[in-house]
């Protein structure tokens, strides 16, 4: 047999593996494609709501998160007998927070405070048609100032702000105190004394 002969024969043997990869990476393809795409589940709300053991309060805690506003409505038709909501959260989302307010001010409902309520549970404490606070009630409060100008892609900060001042404002609370909540910056965290919360109307209940 010649030499030529023996590489005609390799290279053929070559191309013949090669054919049968492209063929298997083939198949491996149309059944990647084939498979459905795997379901991204949205992350459960990171709250609860409830109603009290005595039946006379909702009971909300966790974060100010998307869905709030709806759950709400669900259990204030489901009873509609209860006039007051028990706080208690470190904030979340602004808009949540105001969506929650309307409900709150449709409905005639009392907001009341036992630990902390803080940054947008602080927007719907206010929002409460009468507010209190526990022995232990703390209300926490922050600013909308950033360190340079600009927006926050599409969000101006300062519309942000003048929204929830006029939340305020509408709650009847002391003018002099929303000019305050207006100069405040992002951090630390404001607590505020009772005896200035009672002044300004935050609090509204001894």
């Known amino acids: ?55 006379a309060s909702f009971e909300f805690s966790g974060t100010v998160d998307f869905g709030l506003t709806d759950a709400l409505r669900r259990m204030v038709a489901t009873h509609p007998e209860v006039r007051r909501i028990v706080l208690h959260s470190q904030g979340g989302y602004i808009a949540e927070a105001r969506g929650v307010v309307t409900v709150l001010r449709a409905q005639s409902i009392a907001t009341h405070v036992t630990g902390d309520c803080a940054s947008a549970c602080a927007l719907i404490f206010a929002g409460g048609a009468a507010r209190s606070l526990g022995p232990e009630g703390r209300l926490g409060l922050h600013g909308y100032a950033i360190a340079r100008e600009g927006h926050f892609g599409m969000i101006d900060p300062r ?7 006029a939340i305020y404002r509408a709650q009847g609370l002391e003018e002099s105190f929303i000019a305050q909540l207006a100069t405040l910056p992002l951090a630390p965290m404001w607590y505020p004394e009772r005896a200035e919360l009672l002044a300004a109307r935050m609090v509204t209940q001894p």
């Open 159 to 165: 519309v942000e702000m003048e929204r929830d001042l």
């Open 1 to 55: 047999m010649r030499g030529g002969d023996i590489d005609i024969r390799v290279l053929q043997g070559l191309l013949a593996l090669a054919l049968a990869g492209l063929v298997l990476v083939g198949i491996g393809m149309a059944r990647t494609e084939a498979q459905p795409k795997p379901m991204r589940m949205p992350t459960p709300p990171d709250f609860e709501l409830r109603l009290s053991a005595d039946g």
